[in-house]
């Protein structure tokens, strides 16, 4: 059974249940929160993913373009790290590994997702399929 932590000291995170997705982002909005190039990116079913003290999140739009979209970044009240993003669609939430306080192994992305070659950077050549959107066969959960 797989047993994924993270967090910061203030505020835990726990999923004993698989991702429904795991994929390395080229998204612009990852991109602008968290300064990397490429993102590993991995959703769980909203009930799935389960924080300890959800009276210390802060929460923010996840994409400053679209402030009312469904997604929220939310960090810790206490020292400001990046917890989760979460859905006010209660759909998913979502981890990412090496910014939010995962610790240990975590399963590696299996896909690469919006990539787009007018970025400016060659296509990923590491043998995971790529795609200018999330994989094709993924579909949505139902809200919680």
């Keep these: 059974m797989p047993d994924y932590n993270g967090g910061c000291d203030h505020v835990h995170t726990h999923a004993s249940a698989e991702p429904i997705d795991n994929h390395v982002c080229h998204c612009n909005v990852c991109k602008n929160v968290t300064g990397q190039q490429t993102t590993h990116v991995a959703f769980f079913k909203y009930g799935d993913l389960e924080i300890d003290h959800p009276e210390k999140l802060a929460r923010q739009p996840f994409n400053a373009e679209n402030p009312g979209g469904p997604l ?43 990539y787009d070659d007018s970025k400016g950077y060659s296509k990923p050549d590491d043998g995971r399929p790529v795609y200018d959107s999330l994989r094709p066969d993924f579909t949505w959960p139902a809200s919680a």
Excluded: Q, W
């Design 72 to 114: 929220e970044l939310c960090t810790c009240s206490e020292c400001g790290a990046a917890i989760m993003l979460d859905d006010k669609e209660k759909r998913i939430r979502v981890a990412v590994p090496n910014v939010m306080g995962y610790s240990g192994p975590f399963p590696e992305a299996s896909y690469h997702a919006f």
